[in-house]
């Protein structure tokens, strides 16, 4: 008996599948780039669906080369967005690789959307489960942090989705993570950053979470615990809905603008900037083709934001970046922000 197929090779399959031989192709109308000679009705998908290098980076100490009185907030930091979306359907996979594999190649900032669902926090990206759930992600980040004591990662915890059959509000289940589930209370206990209830909290210097997860919050709870997501002490550029791929022109002024912010910008705000966008609420901008992978790994006569901002950083090497955030990151945009460092 023939086993199956495992799950990312149909996805591919289904995305290389010959579909414009019915006259409309991943990007859509008749009106789109005529294919290239030769190359055959798998042409759109040709870059766009290339895997990417990420996992040849290494950079899992990189943080041990900076003095422990640096801020979070004057830091370059590579991050994923939609992080545990590597195993997902066409329009909602953002990412190729696991989190360990992330975290090696450089990734200090992930985004976590947890669906609060029968009193625990299962992954979802909008209404789609990701086969994950929180614990999978506090083990996996214990695991590394472990390994790797000099690093910290910024974890942005959101709630996704519906909430459904629950006993208790979602701050009571991120309790019951933090002290009470046997399966992450202890590695929390070691492992997360405790945020001071009684100042302000803004983005600690670099010595006092190393070994830590601080959390970017998300959700609401009486007491902070982490940094407010969108709050005073950051600064965020999330421009996410675009028509059709050629408003990638207007995505990547918005990332640039963002770059300049934060090299000009007030020291201790926390400057995040996502490369990610995709569809608008409507289905038509997925028929032009502008899904995830299009607009981070580009497609035919467009050039993606990945391989912009990498360019954009190399030619501009100079001043922080803040947290970059990302779908499909290559090694090169990983070392082009690193290389934004204090050294």
């Known amino acids: 008996m023939t086993a199956p197929l495992p799950r990312r090779t149909l996805l591919r399959a289904f995305a290389l599948a010959p579909v414009a031989a019915a ?20 042409w759109i998908a040709t870059g766009s ?9 290494d950079h899992a100490d990189w943080m041990a080369a900076l003095p422990d009185g640096v801020s ?76 790797h004591p000099s690093e910290t990662i910024l974890m942005r915890v959101k ?9 208790r509000d979602f701050a009571a289940t991120w309790r019951w993570y933090v002290k009470d589930n046997p399966d992450t209370a202890d590695l929390l206990a070691r492992h997360l950053w405790l945020a001071d209830a009684a100042t302000p909290v803004v983005a600690p210097v670099l010595g006092a979470v190393r070994g830590k997860i601080v959390v970017l919050q998300e959700f609401d709870t009486e007491a902070p615990v982490g940094i407010a ?6 600064a965020i550029q999330d421009d996410y809905q675009l028509t059709d791929l050629p408003s990638i022109e207007r995505k990547f002024a918005a990332v640039t603008d963002h770059l300049a912010a934060a090299r000009a910008g007030d ?13 608008a609420e409507d289905l038509v901008p997925i028929a032009r083709g502008t899904l995830p992978v299009t607009v981070a790994k580009g497609a035919p ?42 050294v």
């Not at 005529?34 to 055959?40: M, Q, V």
């Not at 990417?52 to 980076?57: G, K, R, S, V």
């Not at 590597?86 to 900032?109: C, F, N």
């Open 72 to 147: 979070l907030a004057a830091l370059s930091i590579p991050g994923t967005h939609d992080t545990m979306a590597y195993d997902a359907s066409l329009v909602s996979l953002t990412q190729e690789h696991d989190l360990p594999t992330q975290l090696r190649a450089g990734i200090r900032a992930i985004d976590i959307r947890t669906r609060h669902f029968r009193d625990r926090f299962s992954l979802h990206h909008g209404p789609e489960y990701l086969h994950a759930n929180f614990t999978d992600v506090v083990r996996s980040c214990a695991r590394f942090l472990t390994e």
């Open 49 to 57: 669906f290339e895997p990417t290098d990420l996992d040849e980076a």
């Open 159 to 167: 709630s996704e989705f519906t909430e459904a059959e629950n006993t």
């Open 229 to 234: 997501w969108d709050g005073a002490a950051t």
């Open 267 to 279: 020291a201790d705000l926390l400057f995040i900037n996502h490369l990610s966008a995709t569809f």
């Open 301 to 342: 006569g467009v050039t993606g934001m990945v391989p912009r901002t990498a360019a954009h950083l190399r030619a501009h090497p100079r001043g922080r970046t803040g947290v970059v955030i990302a779908d499909f990151p290559t090694a090169e945009l990983i070392a082009a922000i690193l290389a934004c460092n204090p």
């Open 23 to 42: 006259g409309i192709g991943l990007l859509g109308s008749t009106r789109a780039v005529s294919a290239p000679p030769g190359t055959g009705s798998t």
